[in-house]
C-alpha cells in the first residue's frame, strides 16, 4: 500500500452524475468498492502543466464530454486546476467485452455451479486487468498512474459508460 502522505495521489473522487446513465444496486456496489479502494491507496501524477506547480494530492470528477473521459482536477481545497480529456476509443471494445462478461457473470451467480462462475470471474477480471493495462499505456503522456489505480479508475469508466 502506497503511503498516504505522498502528494501524487487522488484524495477525492466523485463521478458526474449527469454522466451516469443507468444505475441498479449491482452497479452502486462497484462504485462504491472502486473508489474506497482507489482512495485507500492510489498514485496520480498528472503530466500537465498545473497552475502554480500544485502536485498534490488532487480532487477529480470524473465525466463524460463528446464521448471521451474528461478529468476535472482540483486542488484538497477544492481550487480548480485543470481537465484532462483522454479518449476512450482505445478501452471501447474491452469496455464491450467486460460488460458482456459482467452481464454472464450476474446472471451466473443466480443459478450457475461455483465452478462455472469462477471461470466466469475469471474472464471478467481478465478483462479488467487488460482494460487497467491499456488505460496505463494510453493514457501515460498525460497522466502517471500505478496498476491498482488503473483497475480501480477502469471500474469507475465502466460505470460511466454502462448503457
Same mark, same amino acid.
Given at each position: 500500500?502506497? +503511503?498516504?502522505?505522498?502528494?501524487?495521489?487522488?484524495?477525492? &473522487?466523485? @463521478? =458526474?452524475?449527469?454522466?451516469?446513465?443507468?444505475?441498479?444496486?449491482?452497479?452502486?456496489?462497484?462504485?462504491?468498492?472502486?473508489?474506497?479502494? @482507489?482512495?485507500?491507496?492510489?498514485?496520480?501524477?498528472?503530466?500537465? =502543466?498545473?497552475? +502554480?506547480?500544485?502536485?498534490?494530492?488532487?480532487?477529480? /470528477? %470524473?465525466?463524460?464530454?463528446?464521448?471521451?473521459?474528461?478529468?476535472?482536477?482540483? $486542488?484538497?481545497?477544492? #481550487? +480548480? @486546476?485543470? /481537465?484532462?480529456?483522454?479518449?476512450?476509443?482505445? @478501452? #471501447?471494445?474491452?469496455?464491450?467485452?467486460?460488460? %458482456? &462478461?459482467?452481464?454472464?457473470?450476474?446472471?451466473?451467480?443466480? /443459478?450457475?455451479?461455483?465452478?462455472?462462475?469462477?471461470?466466469?470471474?475469471?474472464?471478467?477480471?481478465?478483462?479488467?486487468?487488460?482494460?487497467?493495462?491499456?488505460?496505463?499505456?494510453?493514457?501515460?503522456?498525460?497522466?502517471?498512474?500505478?496498476?491498482? $489505480?488503473?483497475?480501480?479508475?477502469?471500474?469507475?469508466?465502466?460505470? %460511466?459508460?454502462? #448503457?
Amino acid at each position: 500500500m502506497l +503511503d498516504q502522505k505522498c502528494d501524487n495521489r487522488i484524495c477525492h &473522487v466523485e @463521478l =458526474d452524475q449527469k454522466s451516469i446513465i443507468r444505475r441498479n444496486s449491482d452497479i452502486e456496489h462497484e462504485r462504491r468498492v472502486a473508489i474506497f479502494d @482507489l482512495l485507500d491507496a492510489n498514485y496520480f501524477a498528472p503530466k500537465i =502543466d498545473i497552475p +502554480d506547480n500544485y502536485g498534490g494530492p488532487y480532487r477529480v /470528477t %470524473l465525466r463524460m464530454e463528446d464521448n471521451r473521459l474528461a478529468i476535472d482536477l482540483k $486542488t484538497e481545497q477544492s #481550487r +480548480d @486546476l485543470s /481537465t484532462l480529456v483522454l479518449p476512450l476509443s482505445p @478501452l #471501447r471494445s474491452v469496455i464491450k467485452e467486460y460488460f %458482456l &462478461v459482467c452481464n454472464s457473470y450476474y446472471d451466473a451467480i443466480k /443459478t450457475a455451479s461455483p465452478k462455472q462462475i469462477e471461470a466466469i470471474d475469471f474472464g471478467r477480471r481478465a478483462l479488467h486487468n487488460e482494460g487497467s493495462q491499456i488505460m496505463q499505456s494510453r493514457f501515460s503522456d498525460k497522466v502517471d498512474i500505478d496498476f491498482e $489505480t488503473a483497475r480501480r479508475l477502469f471500474t469507475l469508466i465502466c460505470v %460511466l459508460q454502462i #448503457r
